[in-house]
């Protein structure tokens, strides 16, 4: 078995991608706060009250959709339905 190779990033491109990164963590942890306090909105479907059983049933089609859904070729790299059925756990409980 032939091992795939680490893909090259020039060092000034992996440094402006680690720089939005940064940014991109910074924003979040700032705007974390608003969705609960200051707008009240949920941070998770669990915490909107949508029942885990109703969820669960809709999963497999949630997890399809998206992955069917045209703008997530935009996606530096498209993800897999396994993964993204695990990002919508994810948010479900809103980690």
Known sequence: MIAAAEPV????????????????????????PLGQEEVGMPRSLEAAGVARADFESALPELARAAFEDPSIRTN????????????LEEGFHGR
Do not use: S
């Open 76 to 87: 530096p790299r498209i993800p897999l339905v396994h993964e993204l059925t695990q990002l």
């Open 9 to 32: 990033v020039e060092p000034a491109l992996a440094e402006r991608l680690d720089g939005y990164v940064l940014r991109a963590q910074t924003a979040a942890r700032a705007f974390r």
